[in-house]
C-alpha cells in the first residue's frame, strides 16, 4: 500500500474535561529503523489517557504526538531492521503515545500477534493492561501458585486482567469492587472472594480469608495502612495509581515486623528495550493463556475515534467494567 500522507489524532490542548479533546488531522512522520505503522482496528482507553487529558501525565521525550497507549490493528508498513513482522500481520501494540489514531507508529518490540481466539477489535483491550500486570503483579510482586492476591479495582481493566491472570497462575483471588454488580463480573472472572467495599469493611473480610501475599493497589490513601494490615509475613504490596491520594502515613513497624515489601511502577517511560523484554515473556507465558480461554480482554463498550469526548466522559463517570475501546 501507499503510505498515508496523514492520520488523525486526538489531542487534548488546553488541559481539562472531555469537552477539550479534539481529533486532528496529523502529517504521518516517516517510520524509523525498527518500527512498524499498524492501520488501527481498535484503540484502548486507559485511566492514564484520563489524566494526560487533565495535564498530570505528560508524555516521554520523543512520544508521538497525541493520546493513546495500545491498539490492534494490520501491519500497513515497516522500517528497516524490523525483523519480525511483516505487511498484513494482525498485531496488538504498546506504544508511548498516539494510540488514539486510524494509523499508528509502534517499536517493534512492543508489538505482539493478536491472539487468534478473539476478535481483532478485542485485542486493542490487551497491551497496556496485560504489560501492568505482568510487570508489577508477576515480576515486581512475584505472585507464586498457590498464594493470594488481592486486587483493588476488580472491574477495572487492570483489575478484570489481574483477576484473570493471577488464576491462570494458580493463585487465589480476592478482588474488591464498587457495587454488587460489579462483584459477580470479578467472581465470573475467577475472584475467589469479591468485596464491595461500599458495603463492607474489605480490610475486616481480608483478615477472616486468611489475608493475602501481595496487593495490586491503585488507590492509595487510607488503602495504604489497611493493605499493609492484611498482609501476611513477607507479603508484597505494589503501587500502580492513587486515586485516593499518593500522601500516607503508615505504621513501619508492622512493615518491619512482617518483613513486607512496599513498592510501585509505572509503564510508560520504561525503554523500549525493557517494554521488549516484557513483551517477550507475555508472548511465552501471557499468550497461551488467551488461547486456551483462561484470559480474555472484558470490553465495556466502543465508541467511534470522532466521538471519543463520550468515551470519556464515559470513564469519567467510572459506569465503565472493563475497557473502552476507540473504532476509527
Not at 154 to 173: L, N, P, W
Not at 212 to 232: F, S
Not at 287 to 303: A, C, H, N, Y
Request: proline letters at 6%; hydrophobic letters at 40%.
Amino acid at each position: 500500500m501507499s503510505y498515508p500522507a496523514t492520520h488523525r489524532i486526538v489531542t487534548a490542548q488546553p488541559p481539562g474535561g472531555p469537552e477539550v479533546l479534539a481529533v486532528e488531522n496529523e502529517k504521518l512522520r516517516p517510520l524509523k529503523s525498527g518500527e512498524v505503522l499498524i492501520r488501527t482496528a481498535a484503540c484502548g482507553i486507559n485511566r492514564p489517557d484520563q489524566i494526560e487529558r487533565l495535564g498530570f501525565y505528560p508524555a516521554p521525550p520523543g512520544s508521538p504526538k497525541g493520546l493513546g497507549l495500545e491498539c490492534s490493528g494490520h501491519i500497513a508498513a515497516i522500517g528497516s531492521a524490523v525483523e519480525f513482522w511483516r505487511e498484513g500481520d494482525a498485531v496488538c501494540a504498546l506504544v508511548p503515545g498516539g494510540g488514539y489514531s486510524d494509523y499508528v507508529i509502534a517499536p517493534q518490540g512492543s508489538v505482539l500477534a493478536a491472539p487468534q481466539s478473539i476478535p481483532l477489535d478485542e485485542a486493542a483491550g490487551l497491551p497496556e493492561t496485560v504489560f501492568t500486570v505482568w510487570a508489577n503483579v508477576f515480576e515486581a510482586g512475584a505472585l507464586l501458585q498457590g498464594e493470594t492476591i488481592l486486587v483493588h479495582g476488580g472491574a477495572s481493566g487492570i483489575g478484570t486482567t489481574a483477576i484473570q491472570m493471577a488464576k491462570a497462575a494458580g493463585a487465589t483471588v480476592i478482588a474488591t469492587a464498587g457495587s454488587e454488580e460489579r462483584c459477580e463480573l470479578c467472581r465470573l472472572l475467577g475472584a475467589d472472594l469479591a468485596i464491595n467495599y461500599k458495603l463492607d469493611d474489605f480490610e475486616q473480610r481480608v483478615r477472616e480469608a486468611g489475608g493475602a501475599d501481595v496487593v495490586l493497589d491503585m488507590v492509595g490513601g487510607e488503602y495504604v495502612q489497611k493493605n499493609i494490615n492484611v498482609m501476611r509475613e513477607k507479603g508484597r504490596m505494589v503501587s500502580i495509581a492513587f486515586l485516593s491520594g499518593s500522601r500516607v502515613e503508615v505504621d513501619l513497624l508492622l512493615v518491619m515486623l512482617k518483613k513486607l515489601t512496599l513498592t510501585g511502577s509505572t509503564l510508560r517511560a520504561r525503554p523500549e528495550a525493557e517494554k521488549a523484554r516484557l513483551a517477550a515473556a507475555i508472548r511465552e507465558t501471557v499468550w497461551p493463556w488467551i488461547e486456551t480461554g483462561k484470559l480474555r480482554p472484558v470490553i465495556d463498550s466502543r465508541f467511534d475515534l470522532d466521538d471519543v469526548r463520550s468515551a470519556h466522559e464515559r470513564l469519567d463517570q467510572g459506569a465503565q467494567a472493563g475497557k473502552i475501546l476507540l473504532i476509527p
